[in-house]
């Protein structure tokens, strides 16, 4: 700026005389043009020596303002005088401008989570810096941020060159902050990802100068950060029916448990159950947090819908159809007697006694003599029975011993005749004994 002036002071301790260049919006953003800093105006001629006072003559002053280049200014002369020696005067002609650019800074802006990857129900947080590279300095500029519906966030600020910024906030970034030529501003937003994101996370920050500056390269002013977002959830499953065994031809009750602790929800999972075929008459109902079909029959195949902290649960019944069998395949203690009174006796046959079959009730022999078949194990007490294979089978007591050899021998041999005829192919024949009294 360029203008005129001519003035009349005492010295700076006294009267003050300065002329400034200020914004309009804001006086305290202003350039000091110039300041008398000299001593009283006086000047001593003749001799003996007189006291004259003098005045600065019309003078042309030029100062720069570059740092308001751009804004409304106002030109401002200001005169203080005090009351001890009236001789202050002032006068201001011919101001002009006589060159002036716009205003520039070169804003810039970077966001970033530092990873490529998130997990649906996971956190990220993002890191985001506006900076002025000048040469003017940007007293308003719009730092922004929205957030997409998929991430809740909360976010604090710092300043670093002269840069200043709103300490925290949460929700969308929108703020204004204040840039000097070289400062900058950091966002730090902490971020949860909702459990139900899918795709990608796609995330825009801009920063936008105001007030009249000019941005020079606004191509800089925005910065996105992508993420792909991968699904990740710890599905659990529990079956129990309460109890280790069943009676044969009883019934089975079973609660099956499918749960997600999460993180993220789950779509479309899949809970089987394929039953053995020796429970029978199956039916089920399905119920809870999360959701499934409400009922069926037969094998469970299932799709379900499980969000994070939900679960279902799965009530089945059925029937065990094969005695002696728990419901689950498992075998209990069931044991089969050949105590069927005049069933006739069935060979097992060579394949069955290189298989070395027990012989069920449908092959035992019937009674005979006040003896019965079982099939619990024979113990080795016939010498002159081949040594293999040997037979399941044995005697079993079930009436006194005759009270006479002869009645005991006519009863051992027609038990031994139909212990024989039950056993395999390959079993030696051989008459008993006669039994004697001791």
């Known amino acids: 700026m360029r203008w005129s002036q001519k003035f009349n002071v005492e010295a700076a301790q006294f009267d003050t005389f300065s002329v400034n260049l200020r914004e ?3 006086p305290t953003n202003a350039v000091r043009m110039f300041q008398h800093l000299g001593a009283t105006m006086t000047d001593n001629v003749g001799n003996p020596a007189v006291a004259v006072e003098e005045a600065a003559g019309w003078g042309q002053v030029t100062a720069r303002a570059d740092a308001l280049a751009g804004l409304n200014v106002e030109f401002a ?3 203080v005088s005090d009351n001890t020696v009236v001789k202050a005067g002032l006068g201001i002609d011919d101001v002009s401008v006589t060159a002036c650019r716009a205003a520039s800074a070169d804003l810039s802006i970077t966001k970033t989570d530092g990873v490529t990857t998130v997990t649906a129900g996971g956190s990220t947080t993002y890191t985001i810096t506006a900076g002025n590279a000048g040469p003017s300095a940007a007293g308003s500029v719009t730092a922004a941020d929205t957030f997409p519906a998929s991430l809740t966030c909360t976010w604090t600020c710092a300043g670093a060159g002269g840069g200043t910024c709103a300490a925290a906030g949460s929700g969308s970034i929108n703020d204004t902050a204040s840039l000097p030529a070289g400062g900058s501003v950091t966002y730090t937003a902490a971020c949860t990802i909702g459990p139900g994101a899918t795709g990608s996370i796609v995330n825009t920050a801009t920063a936008t100068v105001g007030g009249g500056v000019v941005d020079p390269n606004p191509a800089g ?3 996105t950060d992508t993420d792909t977002v991968t699904p990740a959830a710890n599905l659990g499953i529990t079956k ?3 109890a280790t065994q069943v009676a044969p031809g009883g019934t089975l009750s079973y609660t099956i448990v499918a749960s997600n602790p999460g993180p993220s929800g789950v ?3 899949t809970v089987a159950d394929t039953f053995p075929a020796s429970c029978t008459s199956v039916s089920w109902a399905c119920s809870g947090t999360g959701t499934c079909p409400a009922n069926g029959t037969g094998a469970i195949t299932a799709l379900v819908d499980l969000p994070v902290g939900t679960q279902v649960t799965n009530e089945s019944s059925g029937v065990s159809d094969e005695p002696g069998r ?6 209990h203690g069931v044991r089969r007697r050949a105590d069927r009174p005049g069933a006739g006796a069935r060979h097992p046959g ?6 070395g079959r027990v012989p069920d009730r449908r092959d035992a022999p019937p009674r005979a003599g006040g003896f019965s078949l079982s099939t619990e194990p024979l113990p080795r007490v016939a010498r002159r029975w081949p040594a ?6 044995r005697l079993s007591c079930s009436s006194p011993i005759p009270d006479s050899p002869q009645k005991a021998n006519s009863a051992a041999r027609a038990v031994l005749s139909a212990f024989t005829r039950a056993l395999p192919f390959g079993y030696g024949r051989t008459r008993p004994r006669p039994l004697t009294r001791p």
Do not use: E, F
Request: zero cysteines; hydrophobic letters at 35%; glycine letters at 12%.
């Open 388 to 393: 293999k294979p040997r037979s399941d089978a």
């Open 221 to 223: 002013n925005s910065a």
């Open 77 to 79: 002369a200001n005169l």
């Open 24 to 26: 309009v919006a804001t």
């Open 326 to 331: 728990h419901g689950r395949g498992q075998r």
């Open 240 to 242: 129990t029916d309460g």
């Open 267 to 269: 779509t479309g999972a």
């Open 350 to 355: 060579p394949a069955a006694a290189r298989a």
